[in-house]
C-alpha cells in the first residue's frame, strides 16, 4: 500500500482543527496540521499532536461483536448478522408490544454528521420516536435555547476571524487555554499583535485562562446572571447601551430593563461575591470598547440557569450593539467536535432536521415527506432528554436503549442512578470503538465502531464551518463505521417493522447521505444548498448558510440586524437570578466545581491510553483553599472522601489557591477504568434548566472529609 497524505479534522474539540494524517501499509503513522485549514493554519494542541500514537494504539479496542441473551451470563463473541439481527428482534418485539417510545437512542458529538443523521432518521423516521438524545445535551443544549430565544436560531452569529477583531475580550465560563487551545493561541497572538486588547475573565477559578486577564472576577459559582445584570444595570445608567440599535433591530428591552434596575453593581456584587468596582470596570470595557467578543463554554451551559446565563450574556451584546460586526458577538464554543453538525440534523429529543421545531405541523410534514414516511409517524410529542431517558428506563418506561459512542456511566450526572437505569432495562446495546468503558459493563450487546482515523464524513466546528473527516486507515478486527452499522440495523428494523420502508437505508457513499441532509436545509436559516463534497473537496472547509449559486458561506450573520426571529426582531427576555439547585448547608458545606484538565479528553478513552497524556497532571486530586484545608487540618496528597446527598468519591486532597474558600475542583475525567470509587459525577446533581434541560454538573453541595485508612 505504500506511504499516503490524507486531509482531514482532529476528533476531539470543537475548534475543529484540520489535519494531515500519513499513513504506511494501512497504519496510521503521524499527524500534523494542516497548513491550509482556516480554523488552526497549522496549529496542533497536545491532544492534536498525539493522534498519531492514540489512533496507531489497539488498547481497549472493541474488535468483534459480543452479545448475551441472559443479563446475569458473561457476553459471548458473536458474529455481525447474529448481533444486529438480535438487536433488531428485541427492538421489533418492544415496538410492537409498547410503542414507540419504550426504546430509545442516546448518541453521542463524537458521531460525523452523516451517523448523526442517520440515527435521527431511523428513530424519528422509522421508529416514530423522538426519544433520541445526545451527550450533547450535556455539552451546549443551554446555548442552543438561548440563542433560539434571543436570536430567533441555533448557531452562533460569529466566526474565527472575530478572535483577532475583538479590542475586549470577555470569557465566561470557559478555560480556553485548557479547552480550545488552538484558538487560545490566536488570540495570544492578536494581543500580542494589539497589546490594547482588554481580556476579562468571569470564573469561579483562578484557571490558566484566568490568570492571563486583566481582570478576572473571580464568581461565587452559579452567580453569572447576576454579574451580567449587574453589567447591563450600569451599562444604562452610563448611557452606554446603543439605544438606536435597541430601537430598530430588537423588542422586549422595556421589560428587561425593569428588572435589572434592583441589579445595581453593589447588589451584583454582593450576590457573586465579587467588588462592585471590578463589575463596573468589565461593564466600562464592554461597553465603551470599539468591539466587544464574549467567548462562553461550559461554565455557563452546564447550570440549571444555563439558558438564562446564556441570554443574560447575549442581553449584553445586543444592548450595546456589540453583534453583527467584525470582533463583536456572544460566541458559545462548542466543547465537543460535532455537537453543532448533530444540531444541524436535528439529533435531539427536542428538535426536527434543520433547526426544524416538533410541535410545527408543517416541519414534520416536510420532514417525513423528504423521508418518505407517513406524516402521522413523526410524533408531535418531544422525545425525553439524557437525564429524563435515564430515569424512564429506571421507571421501566424505556425498556431498550441503543447507546452510540459515549459513556453514559461516566458522563452524566448522579451516577448511582445511572447505573440503576441501565440494570434495569431490558436491552442494552452499545455502539462502541472501546470495550472497556464504565457504560460496556452494562452492555447486552456490543457493537464494535470504527474510530477517528478510521471512516469518511464531516464536522461542523465551533464557528459553523463543515470540514471533511477522511479514513486513513482499515478499522481493527471486524470493526464496522458507525454508518454502516445505523444502516445495517436500520435496514433489519425495517424489514421487521416496515419492510416497504428498507431501501430507505441504502446509500452508496457517505456523500449521498450529506445530500440527503443538505436538502433538508435548503430555505432555513442553516441552508446548505450550494454545500456539498464537490465543493469541500475543491475549496476546503466551508461555513453555512451557503445557498446554492452562493460563491461560500456567511462568516458573520446578523450583519444587517435583521434576526431569524418570525418579525426580523431580537428578543431580550426578562430572566431573574436563581442560586444553584444543590444548596451547600452545613452538612455539605462546599460548592464542587467540575472541570477539564490540559491533556485529557472526556473519559480518557483516547487520551488515557498514553502516557504523553499524564505528564502535565499525573494524578486525580481534589483541590481546595490552603485556609479550608489548614482549618480542617488536611494536608497535601491525604485520601479524603469527596461526598453529596448521591454518593462519593476518593480522591488526593491538594491545597490550591485556584479556588476560593468555600469551593473544591475536581476534573471531570477520571472514572472507573482509573479509580475504583469512580468518577467525579458520583456526587453531581441531576437538577436540569427546565428550557435546555442541561443538567448542573458545574455545581453540587458536598462535604470533604479525611478517608479512614484500610
Ligand atoms: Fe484538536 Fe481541539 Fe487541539 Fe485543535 S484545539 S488540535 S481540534 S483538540
Not at 428485541?90 to 419504550?102: E, K, M, Q, V, Y
Request: aromatic share 8%; hydrophobic share 40%.
Amino acid at each position: 500500500m505504500g506511504k499516503t497524505e490524507t486531509r482531514s479534522t482532529c476528533c476531539y474539540c470543537g475548534v475543529g482543527c484540520g489535519v494531515l494524517i500519513s499513513s504506511e501499509n494501512g497504519r496510521i503513522a503521524g499527524v500534523r496540521g494542516d497548513p491550509d485549514h482556516p480554523a488552526n493554519y497549522g496549529r496542533l494542541c497536545s491532544k492534536g499532536l498525539n493522534l498519531a500514537a492514540s489512533a496507531a494504539s489497539d488498547s481497549g479496542r472493541a474488535l468483534y461483536p459480543e452479545m448475551r441473551m441472559d443479563r446475569n451470563a458473561p457476553r459471548r463473541r458473536a458474529g455481525w448478522d447474529e448481533a444486529l439481527d438480535a438487536a433488531a428482534d428485541r427492538f421489533a418485539g418492544i415496538i410492537r408490544r409498547h410503542g414507540p417510545d419504550a426504546v430509545a437512542f442516546y448518541v453521542s458529538g463524537q458521531l460525523l454528521t452523516e451517523d448523526y443523521y442517520l440515527f435521527n432518521k431511523l428513530a424519528k423516521g422509522l421508529i416514530g420516536t423522538n426519544n433520541i438524545d445526545t451527550n450533547s445535551r450535556l455539552c451546549m443544549s443551554s446555548a442552543v435555547a438561548a440563542y433560539k430565544m434571543a436570536l430567533g436560531a441555533d448557531g452562533p452569529p460569529t466566526c474565527y476571524e472575530d478572535l483577532e477583531a475583538a479590542d475586549c475580550v470577555l470569557f465566561a465560563g470557559s478555560n480556553m487555554a485548557y479547552a480550545h487551545p488552538v484558538l487560545f493561541r490566536r488570540l495570544e497572538a492578536a494581543r500580542a499583535a494589539r497589546p490594547d486588547t482588554r481580556w476579562i475573565v468571569v470564573d469561579p477559578r483562578r484557571t490558566d485562562t484566568a490568570a492571563m486577564a486583566d481582570l478576572h472576577l473571580q464568581i461565587q459559582p452559579g452567580t453569572d446572571v447576576a454579574l451580567f445584570h449587574g453589567m447591563l444595570h450600569h451599562l444604562i445608567w452610563e448611557g452606554l447601551i446603543d439605544a438606536d440599535y435597541i430601537a430598530a433591530h430588537t423588542e422586549g428591552f422595556d421589560a428587561l430593563k425593569r428588572m435589572v434596575r434592583d441589579y445595581t453593581p453593589k447588589l451584583a456584587a454582593e450576590i457573586c461575591g465579587v467588588s462592585a468596582e471590578d463589575i463596573i470596570a468589565a461593564a466600562e470595557c464592554f461597553g465603551r470598547s470599539r468591539a466587544s467578543l464574549s467567548l462562553y463554554c461550559m461554565g455557563l451551559n452546564q447550570s440549571s440557569q444555563g439558558t438564562a446565563k446564556n441570554l443574560a450574556l447575549i442581553h449584553l451584546h445586543l444592548a450595546a450593539g456589540q453583534i453583527g460586526k467584525p470582533g463583536a458577538g456572544p460566541f458559545s464554543l462548542t466543547g465537543q467536535p460535532n455537537a453543532m453538525g448533530g444540531r444541524e440534523v436535528g439529533g435531539m429529543a427536542t428538535m426536527l432536521a434543520a433547526h426544524r421545531d416538533i410541535a410545527n405541523p408543517a416541519h414534520r410534514r416536510e420532514v417525513a415527506a423528504h423521508w418518505g414516511v407517513p406524516e402521522e409517524r413523526l410524533s408531535p410529542r418531544p422525545g425525553l432528554p439524557a437525564v429524563e431517558m435515564f430515569e424512564a428506563m429506571t421507571r421501566g418506561e424505556i425498556k431498550a436503549v441503543w447507546i452510540a459512542c459515549t459513556n453514559p456511566a461516566h458522563s452524566m450526572p448522579d451516577l448511582p442512578r445511572v447505573r440503576e437505569a441501565l440494570a434495569r432495562a431490558e436491552l442494552v446495546v452499545l455502539q462502541e470503538a472501546f470495550a472497556d468503558t464504565d457504560t460496556a459493563a452494562f452492555a447486552d450487546i456490543v457493537l464494535p465502531a470504527a474510530s477517528w482515523g478510521e471512516k469518511d464524513g464531516t464536522v461542523t466546528n465551533s464557528e459553523r464551518r463543515i470540514s471533511r473527516v477522511r479514513a486513513a486507515a482499515p478499522p481493527p478486527g471486524e470493526a464496522r463505521t458507525d454508518a454502516w452499522i445505523a444502516a445495517e440495523f436500520a435496514r433489519r428494523l425495517a424489514a421487521r417493522l416496515h419492510p416497504d420502508e428498507a431501501g430507505h437505508f441504502d446509500y452508496d457513499g457517505a456523500g449521498r447521505i450529506f445530500d440527503e441532509h443538505r436538502a433538508l436545509t435548503v430555505g432555513r436559516d442553516l441552508d446548505m444548498g450550494g454545500l456539498d463534497y464537490a465543493l469541500l473537496e475543491a475549496k476546503g472547509p466551508q461555513q453555512w448558510p451557503l445557498p446554492a449559486g452562493s460563491a461560500s458561506g456567511l462568516a458573520r450573520r446578523y450583519e444587517d440586524g435583521v434576526y431569524a426571529t418570525d418579525n426580523g426582531r431580537a428578543r431580550f427576555h426578562a430572566v431573574d437570578y436563581q442560586p444553584p439547585a444543590d444548596k451547600v448547608s452545613a452538612h455539605y458545606p462546599f460548592r464542587l466545581i467540575s472541570g477539564r484538565l490540559r491533556d485529557q479528553w472526556h473519559g480518557m478513552s483516547r487520551t488515557g491510553r498514553l502516557p504523553q497524556h499524564f505528564a502535565h497532571s499525573p494524578e486525580p486530586e481534589l483541590r481546595m483553599h490552603p485556609e479550608d484545608a489548614e482549618r480542617r487540618g488536611l494536608s497535601d496528597g491525604e485520601l479524603v472522601w469527596v461526598a453529596s446527598k448521591r454518593g462519593r468519591l476518593a480522591l488526593p486532597l491538594r491545597r490550591s489557591d485556584e479556588v476560593a474558600r468555600g469551593s473544591v475542583f475536581a476534573a471531570m475525567h477520571w472514572n472507573g477504568r482509573f479509580l475504583s470509587s469512580g468518577g467525579v459525577n458520583e456526587t453531581t446533581v441531576s437538577a436540569v434548566d427546565s428550557l435546555s434541560f442541561q443538567p448542573e454538573l458545574k455545581h453540587a453541595a458536598v462535604k470533604v472529609e479525611r478517608a479512614a485508612l484500610p
